[in-house]
């Protein structure tokens, strides 16, 4: 099974800071990377499927990028609405793997 | 509306036996991987498995392979997660979530709203 390895597991920034979060494949899952959404108390909401597509809806302040098994996931500006918990999912192979989760908090 | 709605929140006792289900609409139902995934309280998430309704074929994760039973009743547009016997680690939000196309292997697309599952003697 594929393993991901995401970074840092929580994080503090301030309102309007440029936040990053990396996760990293135990090996080449092409662009086969999405990222998730966890508010408190939320399901997972989808945000960034094929390593940088951008799901509708979904602000233009989240970006990824990445490929083969580096990934970045990007908030431009950090608004408090983003408090949540943020997570990567491997999809390149059955069983599909997630991050460990990053913790985003406001300062 | 395009969405999946799950059953509501269950208490059991350990060995008990559990099913709890996810009902598709807004969509055509057979036609999309469904799956479901594990939240333990205060831990992240853990893919366990989908089926393709259209011909009920489940994929599980090693993990809970043996553990859980998936199934799907396209007639209905339900997907269900079975338990025969529940243990107390059984404890957690489960929610289940549809792949945006007919691919195997894909994202999650839209979720349901989770269901929490609560064994304790």
């Known amino acids: 099974d594929i393993q991901m390895t995401q970074s840092p597991s929580s994080l503090s920034a301030s309102v309007g800071d440029r936040v990053t979060i990396t996760c990293q494949a135990s090996?080449?899952?092409?662009?086969?990377l999405s990222w998730y959404q966890q508010e408190p108390g939320k399901a997972p909401k989808l945000l960034i499927y094929?390593?940088?597509n951008l799901e509708t809806g979904v602000p233009s302040r989240f970006s990824g990028s990445g490929s083969g098994t580096d990934f970045t996931f990007t908030i431009s500006s950090l608004q408090p609405e983003d408090i949540a918990t943020y997570y990567c999912q491997n999809y390149d192979n059955l069983p599909p793997s997630f991050g460990q989760g990053t913790k985003l908090e406001i300062k | 509306e395009v969405q999946l709605v799950q059953s509501g929140a269950e208490v059991k006792k350990p060995g008990e036996s559990l099913r709890i289900s996810c009902k598709g609409s807004g969509y055509s139902f057979s036609n999309h991987w469904i799956g479901w995934v594990r939240q333990m309280p205060g831990k992240g998430l853990e893919w366990m498995g989908i089926?393709?309704?259209?011909?009920?074929?489940?994929r599980y994760s090693p993990s809970f392979q043996g553990q859980v039973t998936i199934s799907a009743d396209k007639s209905i547009g339900t997907a269900y997660l079975h338990w025969r016997s529940l243990k107390a680690s059984d404890t957690a939000m489960y929610y289940c979530?549809?792949?945006?196309?007919?691919?195997?292997?894909?994202?999650?697309?839209?979720w349901g709203q989770g269901t929490l599952v609560t064994v304790s003697s």
């Open positions: 979530a549809r792949h945006r196309s007919g691919a195997t292997n894909e994202y999650f697309h839209l």
């Open positions: 094929g390593a940088s």
């Open positions: 089926i393709f309704p259209g011909d009920s074929d489940p």
């Open positions: 090996q080449d899952i092409g662009n086969y």
